[in-house]
Structure formats: C-alpha cells, structure tokens
C-alpha cells in the first residue's frame, strides 16, 4: 500500500538484477497492450502468469464480503504483478486493471519457472519484492489505528506525487486518474470523509481538484499535513 515518503519500495524490478540476469530475463514471454479498463488479471483465476509492467499504469483491486470492490494499491511501469499466483499455484488473489494504455510481458509459468531455477539471484530479487511489499502493507495497517484520515490522505498524496507527478502550472499532477470513492478505498476511511479532507485541502491552498485529477499546489505543506520528513538534497 502507498504510505511511503520514499519511492524506493516500488524501485523498478530489474534494477535488482545484474545486467546478464537483466538481459536474460528481458528474453522471457510476450509482449501485450492494454487499453484503459482492460483486465491484465481476474481475482480468482487459476491463471499462472507473471506480468511485467513496461509503460503505463495499473490498479489493483479486491472483491469484499459485501460484493464491494477495495482499491488495495497502484503498480507503475517497472514492476510486476501475479507473482504469487505464479510461482504457488494459488488463485488469483486480486484483480489488476489498466488505468491507460498499459504495455507488459506475460511470462507463462512454463517459462518462468526454469528460468527462476537457473538464475537464483532473480528469485531473491522477487523474493526482496515481495518483503518491501510485506513492510509497506504492515506501515499501511499501523497507519490506519494510528492517525486520522487527513493524515492517511495527505500520505497517500504524498506518495502518488512522488511516484507518479508530472509537472502542471506551478503545482504537481499525479498521474492516476483516482475518484474520492478509490481514495477512500486507499485510506480505509468513507467517501464524504474523504471528500471533507480534500475541501480542507483545497481550501488551505494545498491541492487543486477537478473530475477525476489531483493537483499538489504546495508538496513541503502537503508533507507537513502528513507529518513526513522533507527529502535530503
């Protein structure tokens, strides 16, 4: 989950390769393009792929008890998703969704796996993968008894402008097309509650909102309101 002040947990997959583990495992699968709302996974499936985002934007979403879909995170070019399924032969344990065009690498599990029994050090490079994943899921659920829902919100502001910010008239635009009801989801707080920060926000100067895009007008105050510490430079 995104409660990071730093992008390293979602630095890019082969970055943690050598250059011959990297060039190797670049060989694996096919190629895919996605459009906006096209369906990369489906929760439940028996599918065994893994998937490596090369451009674009997903979500990746679960059914609830109450037939309510939850937002559970945002995966950008350079990471992957399936692993698990793929290497434990489970079912698919969530839903992955284009939020635009999206180009991956399916690599089947025919191929995966003995390439991952000839390259152990790509196994300790998912294997570190999924522990950063592990610790950013545990800092989300302390966050959640610990502080309000202004400061979970402004954290996951925090995060999306860091990891996926484009420049947009003095201020930073994410570049996830999120609603009120997904950043809710994210924060495991209620719609209006979250519809309430965004109007504090707003009316501090700090965010500027329209359908379906967020601007940071003000990041060091955002980072306040989140009780982060600034970056070192």
């Known amino acids: 989950m995104m409660h ?4 390293g947990d979602r630095s890019p997959f082969g970055d943690s390769l050598s250059d011959e583990a990297r060039t190797a495992f670049a060989r694996l699968g096919s190629r895919r393009r996605y459009a906006v709302g096209d369906v990369l996974i489906n929760e439940g499936d028996y599918a065994q792929e893994l998937l490596v985002l090369h451009e674009g934007l997903v979500k990746v979403t679960a059914q609830l008890d ?4 939850s937002l559970m995170d945002i995966r950008v ?7 698990v399924a793929a290497m434990d032969l489970g079912p698919r344990s969530a839903t992955v969704t284009a939020c635009g065009d999206v180009v991956a690498t399916v690599i089947p599990r025919h191929e995966l796996m003995p390439f991952l ?4 050090e790509t196994v300790l490079a998912l294997n570190r993968m999924l522990c950063r994943r592990l610790r950013r899921s ?3 659920r302390l966050e959640f008894g610990s502080y309000p829902v202004l400061i979970r919100l402004a954290r996951v502001l925090v995060e999306l402008a860091v990891s996926y910010g484009q420049p947009d008239r003095n201020a930073v635009r994410i570049g996830v097309n999120l609603s009120q009801s997904e950043y809710a989801a994210l924060t495991g707080s209620r719609t209006n509650t979250v519809h309430k920060m965004f109007t504090r926000l707003r ?3 700090i965010v500027r909102t329209g359908e379906r895009y967020t601007c940071i007008r003000d990041l060091d105050r955002l980072r306040q309101v989140a009780k982060l510490h600034a ?3």
């Open 66 to 69: 109450n037939d309510c879909e």
């Open 117 to 120: 029994t000839a390259n152990p």
């Open 203 to 205: 009316k501090d100067e």
């Open 231 to 233: 970056p070192d430079t």
């Open 77 to 83: 070019a350079g990471e992957v998703v399936g692993e």
């Open 138 to 140: 545990d800092r989300w």
């Open 4 to 7: 990071s002040s730093s992008n």
